[in-house]
Every structure is written in structure tokens, then in C-alpha cells.
Nanobody, 121 residues
Framework: QVQLVESGGGLVQPGGSLRLSCAAS????????MGWYRQAPGKEREMVAT???????NYADSVKGRFTISRDNAKNTVYLQMNGLKPEDTAVYYC???????????????WGQGTQVTVSS
């Protein structure tokens, strides 16, 4: 089963930038549909951005134009570039592989451990 390790979170001032990384294990990384989710205190976990194996992307309305998801299959890594950060972006950010099937195999859902992003002056 794939394992996910996030990094890159931290404290940043409003208007600042951060880049989150999600390093994945496994030999079929390039085939995975993947996503970034976040959960703020007292709120439900929500989708931030997703990326298909071919590189097509989708974003939550709240981050469109500010965040960019990308992947480097040679490094088994997915990134989330976050620009123009706002206090309401404060949350724990999780890398996620949803349940999916390809090559005749079923791959169950996997979550990373999460990385804290705090936007505050």
C-alpha cells in the first residue's frame, strides 16, 4: 500500500506563499489520481485540489487562482503551491489517494499524516 509523507507547512503572514510536498512510496505513483484536502478547527475536511494521472487539475472555488497543484512522477511527489494566503486558509493540509482501480488492481484510500498551515500576522 502506498505511503504518503507531507512537508512544507508552517506559519506565514497574510499574502505570503508556501509550497507543500507529498512524497509517495510505490511503483505506480504516476497512475494515481491524487488530491490535497484541508481541515480547519471545528470544520469538516474539504477538498482543496486534485490532479489526475495525466495532469488535469480541479480546484475548490475558494483557492482558484491562488493555489496550484502539480506532480513530478520522476520524484513520486505531488506539490501544492499556495500564493496569496489568507487567514481562512489556516488548516491542517492532507495529501490523499482516493480509492481507485487500474491495471486490474484495486487501491484503497490513503491519507498522509497532515501538515499544519497557519496564516497570521
Amino acid at each position: 500500500q502506498v505511503q504518503l509523507v507531507e512537508s512544507g507547512g508552517g506559519l506565514v503572514q497574510p499574502g505570503g506563499s508556501l509550497r507543500l510536498s507529498c512524497a509517495a512510496s510505490g511503483r505506480v505513483f504516476s497512475r494515481y489520481f491524487m488530491g490535497w484536502y484541508r481541515q480547519a478547527p471545528g470544520k469538516e475536511r474539504e477538498m482543496v485540489a486534485t490532479i489526475t494521472s495525466s495532469g488535469s487539475t480541479n480546484y475548490a472555488d475558494s483557492v482558484k487562482g491562488r493555489f496550484t497543484i502539480s506532480r513530478d512522477n520522476a520524484k513520486n511527489t505531488v506539490y501544492l503551491q499556495m500564493n496569496g494566503l489568507k487567514p481562512e486558509d489556516t488548516a491542517v493540509y492532507y495529501c490523499h489517494v482516493p480509492p481507485q482501480s487500474f491495471n486490474g488492481y484495486y487501491y484503497s484510500a490513503v491519507w498522509g499524516q497532515g501538515t499544519q498551515v497557519t496564516v497570521s500576522s
